[in-house]
């Protein structure tokens, strides 16, 4: 009796979808667009699973939403790009402590036609203020994300409130509220020019007639850092586990493992977890 009672809890179990072992053992980790649809995490999560046991579920949202989802305690650990807000993060208390990981940089994208004739140009400033003297449509996430906060210092840096545009004749200046992939099909749909981060712009698929318009400049570089959220604010924060991840990131290992991801031969991302003040 007691053989066929096993019997039937091990068939109820398959049928109900319910573990006769330990549960999974995860962490979430709240992260942006760029690192999910570059497909870094498709290279580096396999990677740490297979040395720590802890499976990493990932919530890709803009930088600022992301951040939410960490103050709310959904997430264990955060990692986006925004080193302005992830520092107001942990005074505020809701992350331990920041680890710069790595950096790539942002590219200013525009159709071939170049309507405002800025291609080449190698100075963001002057790239973005012909734009608006000339109207030349734009597209901007508008979605809170890390991207969207570098474009909107970019254009308080040159004098310039593109949101004011919105309400004139011309409107040339479009913000969706949406992710990356969107902003740039947006984009392409309206031959217009858009702010991306260079790992999605190197992964995605449907370019058309986009190509870069301007690139190189200092103030385009892009730095992407990782926290922890505080247990001490949310206590079922898995601390141990999130932290394992935060460690692996910026060790030798998990730096040389963002190194070695690229696509058609290009590096994504560049390592600089032992850059101090990055």
Not at 46 to 59: A, D, E
């Amino acid at each position: 009796m007691l053989r066929w009672f096993g019997v039937l809890i091990g068939a109820f179990c398959l049928l109900t979808g319910q573990p006769t072992q330990a549960q999974e053992r995860f962490i979430t980790v709240a992260s942006t667009t760029s690192t999910q649809d570059s497909g870094l995490f498709d290279h580096l999560l396999p990677l740490f699973t297979q040395k720590t046991g802890i499976q990493v579920r990932v919530v890709a949202q803009g930088t600022g939403q992301a951040l939410d989802t960490a103050r709310r305690g959904d997430a264990d650990v955060v990692f986006v790009h925004a080193k302005a807000q992830e520092q107001k993060f942990v005074e505020d208390g809701f992350g331990l402590k920041r680890f710069a990981v790595m950096y790539n940089d942002f590219v200013l994208i525009g159709p071939a036609s170049d309507p405002a004739k800025i291609n080449g140009v190698k100075d963001i400033a002057t790239a973005l203020q012909t734009i608006a003297e000339k109207g030349a449509p734009f597209v901007s996430r508008g979605d809170r994300s890390g991207t969207h906060a570098a474009e909107l210092a970019l254009w308080k840096a040159v004098g310039i409130d593109p949101a004011k545009s919105q309400g004139n004749t011309q409107n040339w200046y479009r913000e969706i509220g949406q992710g990356m992939g969107a902003a740039l099909n947006t984009a392409m749909a309206m031959e217009a020019y858009v702010l991306s981060d260079r790992a999605t712009w190197l992964s995605f698929k449907n370019k058309g007639t986009l190509q870069i318009s301007v690139e190189g400049d200092a103030r385009l570089f892009n730095q992407y850092g990782v926290m922890l959220v505080n247990p001490a604010k949310h206590p079922h924060v898995k601390a141990k586990d999130g932290q394992a991840f935060v460690d692996w990131l910026v060790s030798a290992e998990g730096q040389a493992a963002i190194g070695q991801y690229k696509i058609d031969g290009k590096q994504l991302f560049f390592a600089n977890a032992d850059q101090q003040g990055a």
